[in-house]
């Protein structure tokens, strides 16, 4: 089996389908667009398996919205959950996704499914706490981890942050570029993606190798060519929580690319938010 990092720190694969997702050129790095949990969380899961990566992220530092996070992280079938004697499934886990408006069973499973060896990997592999596990809405059981800091999201990415930064210190196996805005995908002739293309500092520059496309939402595009004007539009009038780079650049470059999407038009919008009048 391998990993293949996404939204959640790991999903596994079986190797048939490995084989079908194997890049078809050889590779001495791999790409990763962004550095929220997700681009960090691809970086060192490469990382581990040997191999070499770079990661570009646009901002002038790494860790994006998923800083932010302040509930945990939800996952069935932990160690942690053993532990405390908590009695959850991954077959219920899916059921409360399901019922929670996910409309593809298939892409349910794979997130349920890998999300308490996800857990696991992270407190494994980065000593991190996460031994509070609480029952939060639309959960049949609790489930969202978290320690004891007042906001997990920053803990959880910043110790992959911090790991990727020290191999990339000691050896020439890792490279983070900030302040580096990819805006195209490069393609053979074949039409298969191998490389990038991105602006830092006024210059145009290109890395080549299987690119990972980590750059997360565009909630904060209210451009009039926005994927939030087109899948959203009803939506576009809210103010948002989100960092200033969530424009939808990683989508766009994959579209370009013939690349096809699902669920653009599941946009969340927290009920809970705080506006301050003279400082909207």
């Not at 609480?134 to 978290?146: I, V, W």
């Not at 906001?151 to 992959?160: D, N, S, V």
């Not at 196996?173 to 995908?185: N, P």
């Not at 990683?250 to 938010?273: F, N, R, S």
């Amino acid at each position: 089996q391998a990993r293949i990092p996404g939204a959640h720190p790991s999903t596994t694969v079986d190797s048939a389908t490995q084989g079908a997702m194997a890049t078809v050129f050889p590779a001495e790095q791999a790409i990763v667009l962004g550095g929220g949990l997700a681009g960090m969380s691809a970086a060192n899961t490469v990382l581990e398996n040997g191999g070499k990566i770079v990661l570009l992220d646009k901002s002038s530092f790494c860790g994006g919205n998923s800083t932010k996070a302040t509930s945990g992280i939800s996952a069935a079938a932990t160690k942690t959950q053993r532990a405390q004697g908590i009695d959850d499934t991954v077959e219920l886990f899916v059921d409360d996704t399901l019922k929670g408006g996910a409309s593809k069973p298939e892409v349910a499973k794979i997130l349920c499914g890998n999300s308490g060896a996800d857990v696991d990997w992270l407190v494994d592999k980065f000593n991190l706490d996460l031994s509070l596990v609480a029952r939060l809405g639309g959960h049949s059981a609790p489930r969202t981890h978290r320690g004891r800091e007042r906001f997990p999201g920053m803990t959880i990415t910043y110790a992959l942050i911090q790991m990727v930064e020290k191999i990339a210190d000691r050896t020439d196996r890792a490279r983070i570029i900030t302040k580096a805005r990819a805006h195209k995908l490069l393609t053979n002739s074949s039409g298969a993606c191998v490389g990038v293309v991105y602006e830092k500092g006024g210059a145009d520059f290109q890395e080549h190798g299987p690119v990972i496309v980590a750059t997360g939402g565009f909630g904060a595009d209210f451009t009039q060519q926005s994927l939030l004007a087109k899948y959203r539009p009803d939506l576009m009038h809210l103010p948002t929580t989100n960092g200033e780079h969530c424009t939808g650049d990683g989508i766009k470059m994959g579209e370009a690319i013939g690349g096809k999407t699902i669920d653009l038009e599941w946009v969340q919008v927290h009920p809970t938010g705080l506006v301050k009048p003279d400082d909207p």
